[in-house]
């Protein structure tokens, strides 16, 4: 590789790490008053806060990386300007068209970086978040406080199913009640206290069932009934951590995707939110190739300050249009794709026009 781009690189990583390290601070603290704030009706430790805060920066870490890259990008284009070390290279003719593989490299390893933090870290902060903050409020939270209340499904074989909860802690489903349709009637209720898995194997606990489709209708008890071989809404439902969508790992969202259409429920916010995971960390890649070009300016009133200022603008833009694509797709105005993939191909096709007229003009 060309001496210059590795260099470049270098230089890279060393702003990269100080930018980040302060945002990660400022992060760190913004976290610690967010906590403190949520145990000030129980007694902590100082471990305590510094735990649960170092875990909560962590699992938001991913969205503040593209102003981290915005910010690293604009300050090594501007240092490599003002040492002349640019336009040194520029005059032993190199061009801003090859310069831009080093930027786009880099934008690659931590787009990589960016998915292996939301399948890997950001699950394992949560569950030590979520275990500490357990642990300090367990004098305050029961084991049964999370899970999902009062959720409905539609299986295929028309039968409409009511979930009372699941309980994320206990792994355990409570108080479902199953209608079942023949002829579009409701023909039989089930309602089952408690399902539960026992190895491979799931089973209902007090079963009753009313016939409502015969006169007079008919009732019935089951004390315990194997549903193994009905159960994979089940499995689905009990591998999630969290109720809160946005806090679910790609994998997670992927399996709530699936439920959703397997039991003809509305998919879309799920299929939101999985593709904002892939089109965050594809951003960073595309916000490289576009700040990349806009830094470079060896015109004669050049200004540093006016420079940066433009940049970092740019650099907000790109950010806010992204997040109005979201809210677009949330309110249902866009298709999830077009929400989340749609501003980083418009905007990946300005980045290409800039770097093109920028390296004709050498």
């Known amino acids: 590789m060309n001496k210059f781009y590795l260099y470049t690189i270098k230089s890279f990583i060393k702003y990269l790490f100080i930018v980040a390290l302060l945002i990660f601070m400022l992060l760190c603290l913004s976290a610690v008053y967010s906590t403190t704030f949520s145990l000030s009706e129980v007694s902590y430790t100082l471990h305590d806060v510094l735990v649960i805060s170092a875990a909560s920066a962590l699992i938001d870490i991913n969205k503040v990386i593209p102003i981290i890259v915005a910010v690293t990008v604009m300050i090594t284009i501007l240092m490599l300007m003002r040492s002349n070390e640019l336009l040194g290279y520029m005059t032993i003719g190199g061009s801003v068209g090859m310069l831009v593989i080093p930027f786009f490299l880099i934008g690659v390893c931590i787009s990589i970086l960016m998915i292996f933090i939301e399948y890997k870290i950001v699950p394992e902060s949560r569950i030590i978040k979520d275990f500490e903050m357990s642990r300090v ?22 039968v409409i199913t009511n979930v009372g909860l699941v ?4 792994k355990e489903v409570y108080n479902v009640v199953e209608y079942i349709i023949s ?9 089952i206290e408690r399902i539960y898995k026992n190895g491979n194997e799931w089973f209902a606990d007090n079963i009753t069932i009313r016939n ?5 209708p008919q009732y019935s008890k089951i004390a315990l009934k194997n549903i193994t071989a009905d159960a994979g809404i089940w499995d689905k439902l009990i591998t999630l951590s969290t109720t809160n969508i946005k806090a679910l790992n790609p994998k997670e969202l992927y399996i709530m995707v699936k439920l959703s259409k397997e039991k003809g429920l509305n998919s879309t916010i799920y299929v939101m939110n999985l593709y904002y995971k892939f089109a965050s960390a594809i951003s960073v890649i595309v916000l490289v190739l576009l700040l990349f070009p806009i830094s470079i300016n060896f015109s004669r009133n050049y200004s540093i300050i006016k420079n940066a200022a433009i940049t970092f603008g740019v650099a907000m833009i790109f950010i806010l249009s992204q997040n109005i694509g979201k809210a677009m797709g949330d309110a249902g105005v866009l298709s999830p794709f077009n929400a989340t993939f749609g501003p980083l191909i418009l905007f ?15």
């Open 348 to 362: 990946f096709i300005v980045s290409i026009i800039i770097i093109y007229n920028r390296s004709r003009a050498r």
């Open 212 to 216: 409502v489709g015969v006169n007079p």
């Open 137 to 158: 409020k367990s004098g305050v939270l029961s084991n049964r406080a999370s899970g999902f209340y009062n959720t409905w499904f539609i299986n295929q074989n028309n």
């Open 183 to 191: 002829n579009d009637k409701i023909t039989q209720i089930q309602n």
């Open 167 to 170: 309980s994320i802690s206990e």
